[in-house]
C-alpha cells in the first residue's frame, strides 16, 4: 500500500471473479502491490482455525480414528487438562471448544501479557490473568483463546499449526501462496512479500516496521496470504460447500450465529446487531446479509467479506498499519454501497469517520489527567510524593505480565508523552507532559509480543498516569491512540515500596494488575 492509502483487492459477484488487483506499493521505492503481494491477514486466520477444529470434529466420528471423540461442546480440559487452567474454577472444568470458538470464556484480551516462547507457555499463562466476566455471559474478544486452539490442533494431530491449516484446507484449495508464518514467506515467496509500514504524521512519511514474529500469532493471526488466494477461498464460501469440508455439518456450523457482539442504540448504517458464530461476524447490510471478520497486525490491516444470497465477495488487504484497516473499510463499503444501490447522499464518509476516530483519541490524550482522575488536585496543587522518586525504582512482577524493572531518567528520547511522542505521531505534549525534562520513571520492556516503553507521569501523592510507546528499535503506531492507564504505588508501614498497581486491561474496570516488588 502506497500513499492514498491504496489496498489489494479481489472480488467476486454472482460467484464470478471481476476483479482482482493491486493499487500502490509492496514495498518503496518501486515494488508495485500486484494481486499475489503478501501481506498479513491479521484475525481473518481465525476462520482457518475454526474450520480446523470442525475438521476435527468430523475426523473424530471416523471409524478407525485415533482422535478422542470431539464435539464443539467438548470441555477443553479434557483434552489439555494439565495445561488449561481459568483463574475460575467452573470456567476451566466448563469452557468448551465452542466457548473458545466464540470470545464467551469471560477472559479479555491482556494484550500486554503476550511474550511466552510456546503455544503451551501462552495456554498456561492463562492461569495467571485475571478474567472479567461469567463464562458464556459476555462476549469478549481474545486471542489467546485461538492460541490455545491452536495448542489443541498441534496436540492432537502431532503436525504444527501450519502444516495442519496447508493440507486439510490451503492445499485443496489451490491456495499456493499463503503461508503460516513470516520465515515460510521469506523462505518460499521473498518476491512476493510486501513490506509493512505505519503513516508518520509528524514527518508526513511512511516507516517502515519489522515484522512481526510471534507464537502468539499461531490460530489468530499467523496467516500470510493474497487477495488471489483469498479469492479462492471466498469462492469456495459462497460455494456453500467448500471441498475441504467432508460434509455439510461442518460449513453450516462455521456460518450459525452464537453470540451478541454488541448493543448499542444505533447500527447504522447496519440494519441490526453483529452476531458472531465461529470466526465469522454475521450481520445486515441495508437488508442483504454479510458474513465478514476484519484483521490487524504490527504494519497490515484486511477486510473480508461475501453475501452468499448475492454471489458477493470480496477481500482487501494492506501493508499500512491503523491507515490499512482504514482503507480496507472504505473500499469495503464503497463496493458493498454499490451492491446494494445505496444513493449517494446517503453513503457514510469512512475517511472522515476514521480521521474522526483519531482526533478524538488525541483529545483524551491530551485531557488524559482530568479523564483519568477528575478529582485529582491541579498540577500546582499536588500531593508530593510519600518518598524520594530514586526509592521507586527497581523489579516489580506480576505472574502473568512478567516483569518491570523502573530506571529515573531525565526526559527519556522514546518518551510517548515527552519529546518522543510528536515523532510517534501521538498526540501533541501537555503542560504537565512537557515536565518529562525532569526525572521521572521509566521502563523499556523488551520481553513482550510488542515491546514497549512505560514512562509514568506523576499526578498527585502515590498517583501516576503510566504512558505506553513503542521503543526506537521496533517503530510502530500500536500505541499511536492509546490513551495511558491509571497506575499507583503502595507504600507499607515500613516506609518501603510494596507494589505498583496498573490497569493495564481496560475490561477490569477500577481493578487493576498487581505488580509485587521485587528483591525488597
Known amino acids: 500500500m ?44 481465525k476462520s482457518f482455525t475454526a474450520a480446523s477444529i470442525l475438521l476435527l470434529v468430523e475426523d473424530s466420528r471416523r471409524n478407525g480414528s485415533n482422535l478422542p471423540r470431539l464435539e464443539l461442546t467438548t470441555p477443553v480440559s479434557s483434552i489439555i487438562r494439565d495445561e488449561f487452567v481459568l483463574p475460575d474454577t467452573y470456567a476451566t472444568a466448563k469452557a468448551t471448544l465452542e466457548d473458545l470458538l466464540t470470545h464467551r470464556t469471560g477472559m479479555p484480551r491482556h494484550d500486554l501479557s503476550y511474550g ?118 471466498l469462492h469456495a464460501l459462497l460455494a456453500r460447500r467448500p471441498n475441504f469440508f467432508p460434509s455439510q455439518q461442518g460449513f453450516s ?52 467479506a461475501y453475501a452468499p444470497k448475492a454471489g458477493w465477495a470480496v477481500a482487501v488487504m494492506a501493508n499500512t498499519e491503523m491507515a490499512g484497516n482504514a482503507a480496507a473499510d472504505r473500499v469495503l463499503y464503497a463496493l458493498l454501497d454499490g451492491l446494494v444501490g445505496t444513493p449517494v447522499a446517503e453513503r457514510k464518509d469512512w475517511v472522515k469517520h476514521y480521521d474522526g476516530l483519531v482526533e478524538e483519541a488525541r483529545r483524551k490524550q491530551r485531557r488524559a489527567r482530568a479523564i483519568l482522575y477528575p478529582d485529582a488536585p491541579g498540577a500546582h496543587e499536588a500531593l508530593p510524593l510519600r518518598l524520594p522518586l530514586q526509592r521507586y525504582a527497581g523489579r516489580y512482577a506480576h505472574p502473568g505480565y512478567g516483569e518491570l524493572v523502573f530506571d529515573v531518567v531525565d526526559g527519556h528520547a522514546a518518551s510517548p508523552f515527552g519529546h518522543g511522542q510528536q515523532a510517534s505521531g501521538q498526540a501533541e505534549r501537555t503542560e504537565t507532559a512537557q515536565k518529562t525534562t525532569e526525572k521521572h520513571l521509566h521502563a523499556s520492556v523488551s520481553d513482550k509480543t510488542w515491546e514497549y516503553e512505560l514512562c509514568l ?64
Open 2 to 45: 502506497g500513499a492514498g492509502r491504496k489496498p489489494a483487492v479481489a472480488r467476486y459477484q454472482d460467484t464470478l471473479l471481476t476483479k482482482k488487483q493491486g493499487y500502490g506499493k509492496a514495498g518503496f521505492p518501486s515494488k508495485n502491490a500486484t494481486p499475489e503481494t503478501l501481506y498479513y491477514v491479521g484475525s481473518t486466520t
Open 116 to 233: 511466552e516462547s510456546t503455544l503451551r507457555g501462552y495456554v498456561e499463562n492463562l492461569r495467571h490473568l485475571p478474567m472479567t466476566a461469567d463464562l458464556r455471559t459476555t462476549w469478549q474478544y481474545c486471542n489467546m483463546m485461538y492460541t490455545t486452539l491452536a495448542y489443541i490442533i498441534e496436540k492432537l494431530t502431532s503436525t504444527s499449526y501450519p502444516e495442519f491449516v496447508r493440507t486439510r484446507i490451503l492445499a485443496p484449495l489451490s491456495m499456493a501462496n499463503t503461508f503460516g508464518d513470516v520465515d515460510d514467506a521469506l523462505a518460499r515467496a521473498p518476491h512476493h512479500l510486501s513490506t509493512p509500514y505505519y503513516w508518520d504524521n509528524a514527518t508526513k512519511s511512511f516507516v517502515e516496521e519489522p515484522y512481526l514474529r510471534s507464537n502468539v500469532l499461531y490460530g489468530a493471526g499467523n496467516i500470510l496470504s493474497s487477495v488471489s488466494d483469498y479469492a479462492k477461498y
Open 253 to 304: 456450523e462455521l456460518r450459525k450465529a452464537r453470540m451478541l457482539e454488541a448493543v448499542e442504540e444505533d447500527y447504522a448504517p447496519w440494519s441490526g446487531p453483529p452476531l458472531y458464530g465461529l470466526a465469522w461476524t454475521r450481520q445486515s447490510y441495508r437488508g442483504l446479509e454479510l458474513f465478514s471478520h476484519n484483521g490487524a497486525v504490527t504494519g497490515y490491516g484486511a477486510s473480508m
Open 457 to 520: 507521569e506523576h499526578v498527585s501523592g502515590e498517583f501516576f498516569m503510566a504512558w505506553t510507546g513503542p521503543p526506537p528499535h521496533r517503530p510502530n503506531a500500536l500505541f499511536m491512540t492509546d490513551m495511558p492507564k491509571k497506575a499507583a504505588f503502595q507504600v507499607g508501614v515500613s516506609g518501603k515500596v510494596e507494589r505498583l498497581l496498573v490497569a493495564f486491561e481496560p475490561k477490569m474496570g477500577d481493578e487493576m494488575i498487581i505488580f509485587e516488588r521485587m528483591g525488597v
